[in-house]
Each structure stands twice: as C-alpha cells, then as structure tokens.
Nanobody, 122 residues
Framework: QLQVEESGGGLVQPGGSLRLSCASSRFSLDYYAIGWFRQGPGKEREVVLCIDSNGDTAVYVDSAKGRFTASRDKAQNMVHLQMNSLKSEDSAVYYC???????????????WGQGTLVTVSS
C-alpha cells in the first residue's frame, strides 16, 4: 500500500493562509495524479482538487476555486496545497490521495495518508 505523510495543518484565523504538504519517502510522487480530500465535522469526505503529473490542477469544490492551488516540488518529492482566504467552512481533516494514472480523474483517487487537521477559527 502506498503511503504518504501530510503536514502543515493547524489553527488559522479566517482570512488566513496555510500550506499543506504531502510527502513520501518510499516512492516518487512525480508520475501520479495527486489529490486532496477533506472531511469536515459531520460532513462527508469530498475531493477538493487534483494535480496531474504535468502540474495542471483541477479544482472540484466551487468554494475552493480561486483560493486553493496545488503545486509540485519535485526536488523534495512533495505536493503542496496552498489555501488562501480561509473560511470556517474549510475546517476539516485534509487527506492526500493519489492515483497511478498521470491525469486527474477524481473517481479513481484513493486516500493514502492519515490526514492533517485544519481549523479555521478566530
């Protein structure tokens, strides 16, 4: 089973920013589509966005468009989720997910990590 580690979660005030990271010490993330899921309190898990092997990103949650972006750091073998203008409704556990396909298809993304908690509150 492929394993990754998420990091970067924490407490942030509304309007603030956080950058989450997904990393693996066991395999290269370069050739996988990498996505981010989130699950807020009392909510179902949802896929937020996905970045393909070329670095193109698809954002699936309307409220995240224009605020969330993803990027790859190939030197560090990491994928980042940059979240700006955070809102209380962004509070959730965020999970790194992946698919062996190079392109993004949210139907096939599978959660690989244990998640990192993001809390947006004043």
């Amino acid at each position: 089973q492929l394993q990754v580690e998420e990091s970067g979660g924490g407490l942030v005030q509304p309007g603030g920013s956080l950058r989450l990271s997904c990393a693996s010490s066991r395999f290269s993330l370069d050739y996988y589509a990498i996505g981010w899921f989130r699950q807020g309190p009392g909510k179902e898990r949802e896929v937020v966005l996905c970045i393909d092997s070329n670095g193109d990103t698809a954002v699936y949650v309307d409220s995240a468009k224009g605020r969330f972006t993803a990027s790859r750091d190939k030197a560090q073998n990491m994928v980042h989720l940059q979240m700006n203008s955070l809102k209380s409704e962004d509070s959730a556990v965020y999970y790194c997910a992946g698919d062996h396909r190079h392109w993004c298809d949210k139907r096939y993304l599978k959660v690989w990590g244990q998640g990192t908690l993001v809390t947006v509150s004043s």
